[in-house]
T-cell receptor, first 114, second 109 residues
């Protein structure tokens, strides 16, 4: 595809439910990032993949959050036992392995926990 | 990780240059300065990045001080479509981008 694609664009779920958010990076990009953005705040780093492995997951807030990238392309962010405080826009970005290049962001998934 | 400090908001007259400052006094020698912007309800958009030298592309210019403790993003001829939140980011050696709260730029007709 031409850019980073995130699905769904909007997700409403009930408190306590499990959700999965999908990210399709730009073809050929080996680095993939997940961010979370609350209203009025800048994006908050969650996790960074280089290929299939999580190079840095220090931003995941707790063990209810988990992300995978089994084939080094598509990634899924998984949230268990959702809480109202998880409501935010979840952003995905990808870049080439070259660390000095720019990262390209998707449009995000707006998650609302009711 | 190096932190960045930006003014929370700025105004700029349409057609004038917009100069957005950023302080990053704890930046390390091999950390790059990146600028992104975010228009309401969209994902962040890359603008420019640099290490030591000033950089220019079709969108903007980046001026980095000699001591690298601060930088300025310059939009040479601001348009209404440049109204957005502008983020100055120091990219650490671990490859992550850490965003602050940015500067909300309003271009006034």
């Amino acid at each position: 595809g031409a850019g980073v694609s995130q699905t769904p664009s909007n997700k409403v779920t009930e408190k306590g439910k499990y959700v999965e958010l999908r990210c399709d990076p730009i073809s050929g990009h080996t680095a993939l990032y997940w961010y979370r953005q609350s209203l009025g705040q800048g994006p908050e780093f969650l996790i960074y993949f280089q290929g299939t492995g999580a190079a840095d997951d220090s931003g995941l807030p707790n063990d209810r959050f988990f992300a995978v990238r089994p084939e080094g392309s598509v990634s899924t962010l998984k949230i268990q036992r959702t809480e109202r405080g998880d409501s935010a826009v979840y952003l995905c970005a990808s870049s080439f392995r070259n660390e000095r290049g720019e990262a390209f962001f998707g449009q995000g998934t707006r998650l609302t926990v009711v | 990780d190096a932190k960045t400090t930006q003014p929370p908001s700025m105004d700029c007259a349409e057609g004038r240059a917009a100069n957005l400052p950023c302080n990053h006094s704890t930046i390390s020698g091999n950390e790059y300065v990146y600028w992104y912007r975010q228009i309401h309800s969209q994902g962040p958009q890359y603008i420019i990045h640099g290490l030591k030298n000033n950089e220019t592309n079709e969108m903007a210019s980046l001026i980095i001080t000699e001591d690298r403790k601060s930088s300025t993003l310059i939009l040479p001829h601001a348009t209404l479509r440049d109204t957005a939140v502008y983020y100055c980011i120091v990219r650490n050696t671990g490859n992550q981008f850490y965003f602050g709260t940015g500067t909300s730029l309003t271009v006034i007709p």
